[in-house]
């Protein structure tokens, strides 16, 4: 079993940058991959951005050039860097581990992200 901690998140003003951590402990021999999630008020969960343990990224249309997702292994913690922050991106911000299907596996507890016009 895999537990996840994040921490980060804030109220942060349109333009404005925020740094998402998200550490993890347990079972990490499990994790082939780990990635953030976010959900808005009134709207479905939504993959933001992924990595998995050798490096290999993937970003949602929506947050591509904005938000960069990296790792460090010997840590094993995942970090989501957000610059140029709009209002849609508010949201409670999720991580989670994923298997080699990119499976979600474990989640974190959210940490939220308000940004404000």
């Known amino acids: 079993q895999v537990q996840l901690v994040e921490s980060g998140g804030g109220l942060v003003q349109d333009g404005g940058s925020l740094r998402l951590s998200c550490a993890a402990s347990g079972t990490i021999s499990s994790i082939y991959a780990m990635g953030w999630y976010r959900q808005a008020p009134g709207k479905q969960r939504e993959q933001v951005a992924r990595i998995t343990f050798g490096g290999t990224t993937n970003y949602a249309d929506s947050v591509k050039g904005r938000f960069t997702i990296s790792r460090d292994n010997a840590k094993n913690t995942v970090y989501l860097q957000m610059n140029s922050l709009k209002s849609e991106d508010t949201a409670v911000y999720y991580c989670?581990?994923?298997?080699?299907?990119?499976?979600?596996?474990?989640w974190g507890q959210g940490t939220q992200v308000t940004v404000s016009s």
């Open positions: 989670a581990t994923m298997d080699r299907w990119f499976a979600t596996r474990s």
